[in-house]
């Protein structure tokens, strides 16, 4: 099957300007990400974060952080960016219940979306937007306005707007530009990581310690 790449002009920024975006996590991914957004004129960011130094970064970078729980109440699309791990518990202690009607999931990562760990609402759309760089790049490449890959897929399309919504936010943070972003799916994004992290590292730093001794 061909891969389909997407491009600036296969999507309108316009979808995500008109939406609140409510990020949960303000780390690595979080904090690059909602600057993009800000700069490619998204006004409506609230950053969900505990009271301790990324909320304060948040302060520092001229957002007016909130609680998880209210974030998530506040926003139209939702951006998961905590680290896989914390993921389940976070949805299922803070999230779940203060969910919206018709909004849209967008993780950064396959894992728990892969592996069914989110109790998802029926009428959610849930859409992968995972960039293949560490949130810095993400953010001086958006600034430089070089391109840097980045996958992109629709896992539930309860809307029937899923895709544009999808390629709406990733045009936003500059993952569309130049090459384009590459169509793919939340289980073969969390194969390709599981196998690297799991599989082919371990057996590179094994050969480096063979070689050694
Ligand atoms: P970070 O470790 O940088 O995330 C830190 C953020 O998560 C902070 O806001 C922190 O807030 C919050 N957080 C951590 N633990 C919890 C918790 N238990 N409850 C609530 N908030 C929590 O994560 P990344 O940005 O690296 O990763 C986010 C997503 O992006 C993941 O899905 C990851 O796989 C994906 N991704 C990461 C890449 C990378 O290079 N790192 C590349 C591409 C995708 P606080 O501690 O204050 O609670």
């Not at 560490?134 to 896992?155: H, K, L, M, T």
Request: hydrophobic share 40%; aromatic share 8%.
């Amino acid at each position: 099957m061909p891969v389909k790449i997407y491009h600036d002009d296969d999507a309108d920024v316009n979808i995500v300007r008109s939406k609140t975006v409510a990020f949960i996590g303000y780390g690595n991914q979080g904090r690059a990400q909602a600057l993009n957004l800000r700069d490619s004129g998204v006004n409506n960011i609230v950053i969900g974060n505990i009271d301790d130094d990324y909320a304060k970064q948040a302060r520092e970078d001229g957002f007016d952080p909130v609680s998880i729980e209210e974030a998530v109440r506040q926003g139209n699309i939702l951006m998961l960016l905590i680290p896989d791990e914390d993921q389940q518990t976070v949805w299922n202690e803070k999230i779940r219940q203060n969910i919206k009607s018709s909004t849209t999931l967008v993780v950064a990562s396959g894992y728990n979306v892969a592996f069914n760990l989110l109790d998802l609402p029926d009428d959610m759309d849930v859409v992968m937007v995972a960039p293949r760089m560490i949130g810095a790049g993400v953010r001086d490449r958006y600034v430089q306005n070089i391109p840097y890959p980045c996958f992109v897929s629709v896992e539930k399309d309860a809307s029937g707007t899923a895709l544009a919504t999808c390629l709406s936010i990733a045009c936003a943070i500059g993952a569309t530009r130049g090459n384009g972003a590459v169509g793919s799916s939340c289980r073969e994004e969390a194969g390709i990581d599981l196998f690297a992290e799991q599989a082919l590292w371990p057996e590179i730093m094994a050969i480096f310690r063979e070689g050694y001794n």
